[in-house]
């Protein structure tokens, strides 16, 4: 097998899924996007799609296939977050629209596909927004799930409570029918809650240390970022807001940044309370299967250092 990690990333752009893009574009020894799919999510589906592909050529990357997904969840209706990314998903910058076009045919079909003709255990799904799509395919194609090496997923969170309710996170929210099928499938789970992701702020240093590199990608990203983190300064009253999305490709990159604990996560489908809540038996208190490992803790410094790193090589 290639020492390349072979990665479908599986996305609502969003300013914080462009800087785990870029991470990814950024370690092209160590990662192959075999392709990127869209989903609606943090803005709708046009907008989602539009953004991914705004990424690809701020990074010179034309070469990446960009697929549009679902445009709603599967049994609700979409709840989007402009209040925090703004109209587009990438304000803060101004981009061009892309030229590059989409390509032919559904996601869900690019997905299924893909893991079907790779080698089997040879494909990573990278999930920065709603599962709709993922789960979309494990219904469709049952018989892909036991070919996939593992699902890494921003996701969830237990400790820190949620950021879009009081008990539930965005991602798992938007479409928590989607989360539960993920989640009971039986793929090898990696989850990056808001435990870990709210330990990574966009500290003014950090964020100082990108603008030095002075390309036009870090200088798009800066001003992403400054835009993005204006509404969680104002919320948790922090330097910086919280980089959710990159830790899913920093956690290919370097795992050991990264600790955690496999546990059993249930996905709350019923409660007005707690709809969307990723319940996490941390303590271990039930004999329920453990299906994802849960992380807990990330080195900051380490994080930011390998994401600078990475994107001064773009």
């Avoid at 192959?32 to 010179?60: D, F, H, K, Q």
Wanted: proline residues 6%; hydrophobic residues 40%.
């Amino acid at each position: 097998m290639s020492s390349l990690r072979k990665i479908i990333i599986d996305t609502d752009p969003g300013q914080d899924d462009a800087a785990a893009i870029m991470l990814a574009f950024g370690s092209p020894s160590e990662i192959e996007i075999l392709g990127i799919t869209a989903v609606a999510g943090n803005v709708p589906l046009s907008y989602t799609s539009r953004n991914a592909r705004i990424i690809c050529e701020l990074c010179g990357r034309t070469d990446t296939r960009v697929f549009a997904g679902a445009d709603k969840p599967i049994k609700r209706k979409l709840v989007t977050a402009e209040h925090v990314h703004g109209k587009t998903g990438l304000d803060g910058p101004v981009l061009p629209e892309p030229t590059m076009a989409l390509q032919q045919g559904h996601a869900v079909d690019f997905i299924v596909d893909t893991i079907r003709r790779e080698e089997e255990g040879s494909v990573t799904l990278c999930t920065l927004g709603p599962l709709t799509n993922i789960a979309l395919a494990f219904e469709k194609a049952p018989d892909i799930v036991s070919r996939i090496r593992e699902l890494v997923m921003m996701g969830g969170g237990f400790f820190e409570g949620g950021n879009i309710t009081p008990a539930a996170e965005f991602n798992i929210y938007v479409d928590p029918e989607a989360a539960d099928i993920v989640f009971r499938s039986g793929v090898p789970i990696v989850m990056m809650p808001l435990d870990v992701t709210h330990q990574l702020l966009t500290r003014k240093d950090r964020v100082g240390r990108m603008a030095e590199i002075g390309t036009p990608p870090a200088k798009a990203m800066v001003e992403m970022l400054e835009f993005f983190e204006r509404f969680d300064v104002e919320k948790y009253g922090s330097d910086g807001g919280p980089l959710h999305d990159p830790t899913v490709i920093a956690y290919l990159l370097k795992p050991e940044l990264f600790s955690g604990r496999e546990c059993n996560v249930e996905i709350e489908t019923k409660s007005e309370l707690t709809e969307g809540m990723t319940v996490v038996d941390w303590w271990h208190v039930t004999d329920r299967k453990r299906n994802a490992k849960v992380m807990r803790f990330v080195d900051a410094d380490g994080f930011f250092d390998l994401l600078i790193e990475r994107f001064a090589r773009i």
